[in-house]
Each structure stands twice: as structure tokens, then as C-alpha cells.
């Protein structure tokens, strides 16, 4: 009963460091990534409903 315990021990402790190790190389490289593109990606959402013809001004307004 005391080797099922220890090995179950061994495998989460080698399992937290294995999935430590794997959020080191990811955040990692995700920082590079950020790095290269100074400029961010922004999308505006504009909800509109029978709006033709009011829309233009509305986005050129933006």
C-alpha cells in the first residue's frame, strides 16, 4: 500500500513540474510574439438596425 502511495506521490510531483516547465515555454514565447507587434488589432462592433440611412454618418464619425 506505501509503493502505490509514493508512486502516486512521485507522478503528481514529476506531473507539476512537467506542467510548469510547459507554462515557462509558452509564456515565453507569447511574450516575443507580443514584442513583434507593437500595433494592436482593434475591431469596432456597431449594432444597426434598419439603419441605411443614417449609417455612413455614424461610421464616419468613428
Known amino acids: 500500500m ?31 510574439v507580443c514584442l513583434e507587434n507593437s500595433e494592436p488589432f482593434v475591431s469596432i462592433v456597431v449594432a444597426a438596425r434598419n439603419e441605411e440611412k443614417t449609417i455612413r454618418k455614424c461610421l464616419d464619425c468613428l
Do not use: T
Not at 509514493?6 to 506542467?19: A, D, M, S
Open 2 to 32: 506505501l509503493y502505490i502511495f509514493v508512486f502516486f506521490i512521485l507522478f503528481y510531483i514529476l506531473n507539476g513540474i512537467y506542467y510548469l516547465i510547459g507554462l515557462y515555454f509558452v509564456n515565453r514565447d507569447h511574450r516575443k
